[in-house]
């Protein structure tokens, strides 16, 4: 087996990200695809893994320990599947971008030297690299802390400054929507950190392992509270989605299925960190997280019946679309939290199909009201096909992987 094979996996495109910084006059427009790359070889790392899982193995690997935090990452039968998919994302919308970044940049900043143009372009890969680190980071996490900062860096780095450099509208109003996002994701980050605190103020330890100990102490309501409040903020759930429309209507197209990769897990953080060690605590929150994610299904579904324009059609879908996992975890049975986490991997997969399209339509008609999208499927039946698979995963249709998700 290769040695530290986790950490190559969560510290490879960080590695990359370096590399394009340093020589980003250099390899220019190769920048995209030493990132995509990179995500090609850390996917046939996480397959390695994935066949050692799949034969009963857990990887699990240590390198530091502090007194309260030790860092080490933990491969097992729920977080393998969920990272795999997770960089096929990462993948696809890599090599999407090489050439969509190229639009952007000449949409924003018009006619610009070589240098400036170099800057622009490369910055956006030397970004794009942190979401793989920060979603293999929280999949891999065996820590509260070591997840919590993976989280955050997700909102931080590649979130914030790719949506505020390249996002759509003009420089004011793409600062305002990063600033929400930031807003959001951090409001969302401090709440998940209380419940963090206030566990390890009971058991002494920041280790997911020990949170069971946890079981039928006084404080454990108030700690689930705490962090359903942070993990619902980043799950778009009613009341708590206001960012959602706006952040993924105005973030560059290239990210979107990122944006959906984003929101999403937290369905796999509610699981890790509440579900499995607290399931008996956790019952009390049943039906009314049954009961919000019923009413953000139906909310959110009204929502993208009203939009004419396309990324906001899809950003509303979303929010409806993650209550389904929701709903599914807050049955607390087995069929139901299968199928919840089987839906958030099947619904990223479908997201990322649609939103890449949009960006193709977006691009070709220079638009983004769907009512002068009309008449397309003839002239560009490729990207109709596409579209109508999207369209029919997110929908549940045979013989979508949504379909068995959802029955």
């Known amino acids: 087996m290769i ?3 986790l950490l190559q996996i969560v510290v490879l495109p960080v590695i990359a990200s370096i590399f394009i910084f340093l020589t980003r006059y250099k390899i220019g427009k190769k920048a995209g695809w030493i990132a995509g790359i990179t995500l090609l070889y850390t996917t046939a790392l996480l397959s390695l893994v994935g066949i050692r899982v799949y034969q009963g193995e857990i ?3 240590e390198y530091l320990s502090f007194p309260m935090v030790n860092l080490n990452l933990l491969a097992d039968g729920l977080s393998i599947p969920i990272a795999l998919i997770m960089n096929l994302c990462c993948i696809v919308l890599a090599f999407y971008s090489i050439h969509y970044v190229e639009h952007r940049i000449e949409l924003i900043y018009g006619e610009v030297d070589k240098k400036t143009w170099l ?4 910055r956006f890969f030397i970004l794009f690299s942190f979401f793989s680190t920060g979603f293999m980071g929280i999949a891999f996490s065996t820590n509260l802390i070591t997840m919590y900062f993976f989280m955050e860096l997700l909102t931080i ?15 004011i109003e793409r600062y305002k929507v990063a600033l929400m996002c930031l807003f959001w994701g951090i409001a969302g980050a401090t709440f998940f950190l209380i419940g963090v605190l206030l566990a390890y103020t009971q058991i002494g330890s920041f280790e997911i392992s020990d949170l069971h100990a946890l079981s039928g102490n006084p404080l454990v309501t108030w700690i689930i509270i705490c962090m359903l409040l942070g993990l619902f903020s980043k799950l778009a759930i009613f009341p708590l989605h206001v960012w959602m429309p706006w952040v993924h209507a105005e973030h560059p197209t290239c990210i979107a299925g990122l944006l959906a990769v984003y929101a999403n897990i937290a369905v796999y953080v509610l699981v890790r960190v509440i579900i499995l060690p607290l399931y008996d605590d956790f019952k009390v929150f049943s039906i009314p997280i049954m009961v919000l994610a019923l009413i953000t299904m139906i909310y959110g579904s009204l929502l993208a019946m009203a939009q004419t324009d396309v990324k906001r059609f899809a950003a509303c879908s979303t929010i409806s679309q993650i209550s389904y996992s929701v709903l599914g975890l807050g049955a607390l049975t087995i069929c139901g939290i299968e199928g919840g986490l089987f839906f958030f991997l099947s619904h990223i997969m479908g997201k990322t ?3 890449s399209t949009a960006g193709i339509l977006v691009y070709t008609t220079g638009t983004r009201d769907m009512r002068q999208m009309g008449g397309l499927a003839s002239k560009m039946p490729i990207t109709a ?3 109508i698979m999207g369209a029919m995963m997110l929908s549940g249709l045979p013989p979508f992987s949504t379909f068995t998700a959802e029955w």
């Not at 800057?119 to 490369?122: E, H």
């Not at 780095?157 to 420089?171: E, H, K, N, R, V």
């Open 353 to 355: 199909i649609l939103f």
């Open 157 to 171: 780095i590649p979130l914030y400054f790719i949506m505020a450099q390249f996002g759509y509208s003009d420089f």
């Open 119 to 122: 800057m622009y372009y490369t």
């Open 385 to 387: 096909i596409l579209w």
């Open 59 to 61: 990887i699990s690997e």
């Open 3 to 5: 040695p530290y094979i």
